[in-house]
């Protein structure tokens, strides 16, 4: 898929309020500081399409951005941010799941994992939170470039194996990513195609 424009088009933290088009979503999650902006920007090839910044948490809104004009990349705001007050993890909670809950255009989150660390409680609690609600994901573990190719192999499949010693009877869907080189970035926007040419397909006139 080629990326021919790409536009920010709001910011808030009320789902009723999320753009009304019968677009298909695809919402971008992790903890804070996975590197999610920086893989946002290296998906879309703009240097600043999502704000990168070396504080964690720094996303708290809702931001869609559309694509092509035929489908909405979503950065939601990271959660675990051990510096957020109570209220506003609170606050970031409520409206990350109702966002999941009700936005009827979302096909597909994409929970990001820096594949450097071993299986995080709070990442696998809220897969299964997904798993629970039927809300289709896929992972994408992210900073491959900060690892050799056999130690990052190595980590994708303990991860692997450590869901489904859990409650996952098999693995989701997942890429391996690098922002730097650009690994995964064919793999996991070739995903989103052919999803949006089923949805588009089904929601035709």
Not at 98 to 112: E, I, M, T, W
């Given at each position: 898929?080629?990326?021919?424009?790409a536009?920010?088009?709001?910011?808030n933290s009320?789902v009723?309020?999320?753009?009304k088009?019968?677009?298909?979503?695809?919402?971008?999650?992790?903890?804070?500081n996975?590197?999610?902006s920086?893989?946002?920007?290296m998906?879309t090839?703009?240097?600043?399409?999502?704000?990168?910044?070396?504080?964690?948490?720094k996303?708290?809104?809702?931001?869609h951005?559309?694509?092509?004009?035929?489908?909405?990349l979503?950065?939601?705001?990271?959660?675990?941010?051990?510096?957020?007050?109570?209220?506003?993890?609170?606050?970031f909670?409520?409206?990350?799941?109702?966002?999941?809950?009700?936005?009827?255009?979302?096909?597909?989150?994409?929970?990001?994992?820096?594949?450097?660390?071993?299986p995080?409680?709070?990442d696998?609690?809220?897969?299964?939170w997904l798993?629970?609600?039927m809300?289709p994901?896929?992972?994408?573990?992210?900073?491959?470039?900060?690892l050799?190719p056999?130690?990052?192999?190595k980590?994708v499949d303990?991860?692997l194996?450590t869901?489904l010693?859990?409650v996952w009877e098999?693995?989701?869907p997942y890429?391996?990513?690098?922002?730097?080189?650009r690994t995964?970035?064919?793999?996991?926007?070739g995903y989103v195609?052919?999803i949006?040419?089923e949805?588009?397909k089904?929601?035709?006139?």
């Amino acid at each position: 898929m080629k990326i021919k424009s790409a536009d920010f088009v709001m910011s808030n933290s009320n789902v009723a309020k999320c753009p009304k088009e019968l677009l298909p979503e695809y919402a971008f999650i992790g903890r804070s500081n996975v590197g999610k902006s920086s893989l946002i920007n290296m998906l879309t090839q703009r240097k600043n399409l999502a704000k990168t910044s070396g504080r964690p948490g720094k996303t708290q809104l809702i931001n869609h951005f559309k694509i092509n004009d035929n489908w909405f990349l979503v950065d939601l705001p990271g959660y675990g941010y051990a510096r957020a007050s109570k209220k506003d993890k609170k606050t970031f909670q409520k409206y990350i799941t109702d966002y999941f809950l009700q936005r009827k255009q979302l096909v597909c989150a994409f929970v990001l994992v820096d594949v450097r660390h071993e299986p995080q409680k709070v990442d696998m609690e809220f897969m299964e939170w997904l798993g629970t609600h039927m809300i289709p994901f896929c992972i994408v573990f992210t900073k491959a470039d900060k690892l050799k190719p056999q130690l990052t192999e190595k980590q994708v499949d303990t991860y692997l194996k450590t869901l489904l010693e859990g409650v996952w009877e098999e693995v989701p869907p997942y890429f391996v990513t690098s922002s730097a080189h650009r690994t995964g970035r064919e793999e996991l926007l070739g995903y989103v195609h052919n999803i949006n040419t089923e949805f588009h397909k089904e929601n035709k006139g």
